[in-house]
């Protein structure tokens, strides 16, 4: 069960749930998206399933939403209202960042100032749909430059880029989901149920912790 709280920030108040972990090894830190809030199928798949295995989950839900508003603040806004709220979180073991969509381009444009250990990209978009010539690569770059271990988790129908779209070179992780959209729900998917889609999220991310060091294997 998640533990809610408000935390202030300049911006406004953010709202966290804390799944917490016996002697967890590993914190992580999850932002939602631009059109969902931490309550996104697989952040929630991720906060149900990784505790048991000691990572305490944190779900971040920005002040905008909080506060009720329907369109995302600016990303520099955004910067501001995660940096505020990590400033306040207790972290037990590694600190990893990420989120998904919208939240996986906070935590790569903040993970160095932040000292994480690494950095979970969900359903990162690397362009807007159908619009390959506005990409966002730069913002991905920025943790892999820094020498951060960062994670990629992308549906393979995902609008806002397919695995196939990301550069073969790049020095990062990066996992397809079979039959999976932007939104790894699997909900819109004949190849995958929604059940199946989110189980192979949390593998992926578990295995990526194991494999990078930071979390042992039980």
Known sequence: MS???????????????????????????????ASGGAEAPDL??????????????IRVEQPWRVAGRRVAAPPATLDRGWLAVLEQLPVLGALVVGGRSAGARVACRTAARLNARGVVALAFPLHPPGRPD?????ELREPIDAGIPTLVVQGERDAFGRPE???PDLATVLRAVPGADHGLSGRRTARAGADLVRERVVAEVVGWLRESGLLARR
């Open 165 to 167: 779209e990301f550069p």
């Open 44 to 57: 929630s798949a991720l906060s149900a399933s990784l505790p048991a295995l000691g990572v305490t989950v």
């Open 3 to 33: 533990r809610s709280a408000l935390i202030p920030t300049p911006i406004g108040d953010a709202r966290v749930l804390t799944s917490a972990a016996t002697d967890a090894a590993v914190t992580l830190v999850l932002g939602h998206g």
């Open 134 to 138: 506005r990409s966002r690569l730069a």
